[in-house]
């Protein structure tokens, strides 16, 4: 998973550690995370779409993420 998030982030403004584990943190307390790395409202593995600055939680009406 380490290195999926390298390559999805090489090329893209990424957020500091600290935001990274807060969004991952959110992300796990989530009921409608799959399998332990999936999110059932885009079909994206949490952990490259938390560690890229651009992101935002795709949760319906708001982001989770806040």
Do not use: F
């Amino acid at each position: 998973m380490a290195r999926l998030v390298e390559i999805a982030s090489r090329s893209r403004a990424t957020v500091e550690d600290n935001e990274y584990e807060r969004r991952l943190a959110v992300c796990s307390a989530c009921p409608d995370l799959q399998y332990g790395t999936t999110c059932r409202h885009c079909g994206c593995l949490v952990q490259v779409r938390a560690k890229l600055a651009e992101s935002t939680c795709p949760y319906p009406y708001a982001s989770q993420w806040g």
